[in-house]
């Protein structure tokens, strides 16, 4: 079945300093893939998403690119900020056989940035 | 008031005991869906409905039942609740299609004891 495979957390970095989280996935059709995140004590908020292999996501200065020879999606941002501590989910939705209509989620990364 | 509103918020319970959450949603959307959140594990999917009379088994359904009231409500049951049921449960409801945003509630913390 389809997998999401996250990088290990938790990510701690100083503010200004560069993010990568890295994701990775498996499906058998052609996913959408999607960026998650959640602020300590709520539900989970759409961050971006691409829909076709070479799209590149983006929103709130994070950028994510599928890549489809690699099966990757991975979230960067050039500066962190403090309210960048958040917990990210990188997801993807499947059309196909068994998978339709899923949307299945990585373990999360924990990111905390300090000041 | 939230697009997706889950009661309760927080919920202490006892082994054995029957337990509902429940979940309501104005989007007026046709797809459900029920996941439970454990640290290091993400979010695991329980149930998914596409429609009233439409209701599918997620990866971890064992323990756990739904019911799709109506389109705006989905409710999931733990009808003999084990202390390794105890996490954080989200709702949540999407538009039909493989591209679209799910939406969430701020989820229910449950403690089984």
């Known amino acids: 079945g389809d997998s999401v495979t996250q990088m290990e957390g938790p990510v701690t970095l100083s503010e200004e300093a560069f993010l990568t989280i890295n994701c990775t996935y498996t499906?058998?059709?052609?996913?959408?893939l999607f960026w998650y995140v959640q602020y300590p004590g709520e539900g989970l908020q759409l961050l971006l998403k691409?829909?076709?292999?070479?799209d590149k996501g983006s929103n709130k200065g994070f950028e994510a690119t599928y890549r489809k020879e690699t099966t990757s999606f991975h979230l960067e941002k050039g500066s962190v900020q403090v309210s960048d501590s958040a917990v990210y989910f990188c997801?993807?939705?499947?059309?196909?056989?068994?998978?339709?209509?899923?949307?299945?989620f990585g373990q999360g990364t924990i990111l905390t940035v300090h000041p | 008031d939230a697009d997706v509103t889950q009661t309760p918020r927080n919920r202490i319970t006892k082994t054995g005991k029957r337990i509902m959450l429940e979940c309501s949603q104005t989007k007026g959307h046709d797809r459900m869906y029920w996941y439970r959140q454990d640290p290091g594990l993400g979010l695991r999917l329980i149930y998914y409905s596409f429609d009233v009379k439409d209701i599918n088994k997620g990866e971890i359904s064992d323990g756990y039942s739904v019911s799709r009231q109506a389109q705006a409500k989905f409710s999931l049951s733990l009808e003999s609740a084990i202390p390794n049921q105890t996490a954080l449960y989200f709702c949540a409801t999407r538009q039909t299609g493989q591209n679209t945003e799910a939406f969430f509630g701020q989820g229910t913390r449950l403690t089984v004891v």
């Open positions: 691409a829909t076709k292999a070479d």
């Open positions: 499906a058998t059709g052609y996913p959408s």
């Open positions: 997801a993807l939705s499947d059309a196909g056989g068994t998978s339709y209509g899923k949307l299945t």
